[in-house]
């Protein structure tokens, strides 16, 4: 299956849910508003990390260190929701440096840590041609179940993960889980932007 119909299908479901939703609840929010809504505070443990490059990091202390952070979680041979998850983050690599004033890092933890070794998560990612700016990560098992539990992050069907977004500032270590909808990006975006200089 190659990545337009990979991703099409399950966004097409997403958007579709998200649109019904707010139908249901008889508007769409402002992505200002959407960004303030329901963000639940989030203790990021500061588990190591290994990237596609081979390279190891804290997860708080280094790699969001005194920088803004999006965190998601995916995983490589993944046929659902990972798809939607990676173009948001890709939307974000692409448009969120002129837009917010401090630098950002862009975080994709694997759900399958087993499975995906740096090697594999660097073919994985190159579909997506991130910036230096986003990094796939994988990590022991139980750190990456530590992040997790952590975030509050269903993933007991790997299959239908929940799609989970965190966004922090390192300098004050304040993370908080976005809700998901059609605003994701810009809602993302003007969370971040509000965390100021």
């Known amino acids: 299956m190659n990545r337009i119909v990979s991703v099409a299908l399950p966004l097409a479901v997403f958007l579709g849910l998200a649109a ?5 609840a008889g508007r769409v929010l402002p992505a200002r508003q959407a960004a303030t809504m329901a963000q639940e505070p989030v203790d990021l443990p500061d588990v190591r990390l290994t990237d596609q490059h081979g ?3 804290a997860l708080v202390s280094e790699l969001a260190g005194d920088d803004l952070l999006v965190v998601t979680f995916n995983y490589t041979s993944c046929q659902s929701i990972c798809g939607v998850g990676n ?18 890092r862009l975080v994709s933890i694997t759900i399958n840590p087993t ?3 740096p090697d594999i998560l660097a073919g994985a990612a190159r579909e997506w041609a991130p910036s230096e700016r986003w990094l796939w990560t994988t990590g022991r098992p139980g750190d990456i179940d530590k992040v997790l539990r952590q975030a509050n992050a269903r993933t ?6 929940e799609l989970v977004f965190i966004v922090g500032d390192g ?10 909808n ?3 990006v810009s809602g993302i975006i003007a969370a971040l932007d509000g965390y100021g200089r």
Do not use: N, Y
């Open 171 to 180: 300098r004050r270590k304040d993370f908080r889980r976005m809700p998901v």
């Open 87 to 104: 173009a948001i983050m890709q939307e974000l690599d692409r448009t969120v440096a002129p837009q917010v004033e401090r630098p950002v």
């Open 20 to 24: 019904s939703a707010a139908i249901v």
């Open 182 to 184: 059609d605003g994701t």
């Open 55 to 57: 390279h190891d990091a």
């Open 156 to 161: 007991a069907d790997i299959e239908l993960h």
């Open 115 to 117: 499975v995906d070794t």
